[in-house]
Nanobody
């Protein structure tokens, strides 16, 4: 059974930093696009950042310049370094693994989420 296990969430003051980790098991990790999404109370889940299998990345405009996504294929782990955190970064952060195939349905897996709370 595929597992994505997030860690690193917590309570932080505005301007602080956190690093989230997501450890994947039972997938060919290097073949997957990995992403971080977040969901704030009362809002839809939104993309924060994603990194492709070749290492290229993209970010939501709201986090550009503050967050960095990276991956370590040897450890089957994707990271999200979050700096200069703001109140509006509060939410549950979910790890996603996505693999696209040419002629069969995509594979898409989610972690259980980790809470990030930015508060003074």
């Amino acid at each position: 059974q595929v597992q994505l296990v997030e860690s690193g969430g917590g309570l932080v003051q505005p301007g602080g930093s956190l690093r989230l980790s997501c450890a994947a098991s039972r997938i060919t990790f290097s073949m997957y696009e990995m992403g971080w999404y977040r969901q704030a109370p009362g809002k839809q889940r939104e993309l924060v950042a994603r990194i492709s299998s070749d290492g290229s990345s993209n970010y939501a405009n709201s986090v550009k310049g503050r967050f960095t996504i990276s991956r370590d294929n040897a450890k089957n782990t994707v990271y999200l370094q979050m700096n200069s955190l703001k109140f509006e970064d509060t939410g549950v952060y979910y790890c996603n693994a996505h693999r696209i195939f040419a002629s069969v349905p995509d594979l898409n897996y989610w972690g259980q989420g980790t809470q990030v709370t930015v508060s003074s």
